[in-house]
């Protein structure tokens, strides 16, 4: 089955920091997403993002998808970013079957 | 009221139990899905239904089953309960005519296996 790995495994920041999370997968997709879990455990969706390039905020996110790749930039950290960041990508033909990532786990400091 | 609701919120049960977690939506959509995560693996998918005749097993499947008593509901049971289904269990939605596939989770479910 198709491969999803995230890096790096674990990542601590001083407030104010820029930072750059990596997801690689091993095969054509039609739906990636990025969701932040934050220390509660609650789960929030923070792009779709197949291709192409979108910003929110101090959050902006990148796939090239011919290179089967896509990057999640959070710029001038706050420690509400703490938590563990997941890429997923969808496998059916309408990208609902989510295949997610171990995550990233982030830690910025005050 | 959250968009999707998760019961109990946590449950401790012994081997050999059977129990059932609950999940109930109010965003309207038609696909309901459950997710497994468990540390360091992220999150895993059990069973997802698309509309409430549609029933498919997700990548884990075993020692699970479901129920999707209307488009709003949709259950997860564990018919005999074994201590490596210790883990956290999420509940969520989607809508593929939502610009981001308007995917929404509960809140999640913490369940320990004795």
């Given at each position: 089955?198709i ?7 674990d ?5 104010g ?21 934050n ?24 796939t ?19 938590g ?7 496998l ?5 079957k ?8 982030l830690?910025?400091?005050? | 009221?959250a ?13 050999g ?42 990548e ?10 209307a ?5 997860l ?38």
């Amino acid at each position: 089955g198709i491969q999803v790995e995230q890096s790096p495994p674990d990542l601590i920041l001083q407030e104010g920091a820029n930072s750059t999370l990596r997801c690689n997968f091993s095969d054509s997709v039609n739906n990636l997403q990025w969701f932040h879990q934050n220390p509660w455990g609650q789960l929030i969706n923070l792009f779709y993002i197949p291709s192409g390039t979108k910003q929110n905020g101090r959050l902006s996110a990148t796939t090239v998808a011919t290179e089967r790749y896509s990057l999640l930039y959070i710029s001038s950290s706050q420690t509400t970013d703490s938590g563990v960041y997941f890429c997923a990508v969808g496998l059916d033909e309408y990208g609902n079957k989510l295949v997610f990532g171990a995550g990233t786990i982030l830690r910025v400091k005050s | 009221d959250a968009d999707v609701t998760q019961t109990p919120r946590n449950r401790i049960t012994k081997t050999g139990k059977r129990i059932m977690l609950e999940c109930s939506q109010t965003k309207g959509h038609d696909r309901m899905y459950w997710y497994r995560q468990d540390p360091g693996l992220g999150l895993r998918l059990i069973y997802y239904s698309f509309d409430v005749k549609d029933i498919n097993k997700g990548e884990i499947s075993d020692g699970y089953s479901v129920s999707r008593q209307a488009q709003a509901k949709f259950s997860l049971s564990l018919e005999s309960a074994i201590p490596n289904q210790t883990a956290l269990y999420f509940c969520a939605t989607s809508d593929p005519r939502d610009g981001n596939y308007g995917y929404t989770f509960g809140s999640g479910t913490r369940l320990t296996v004795v």
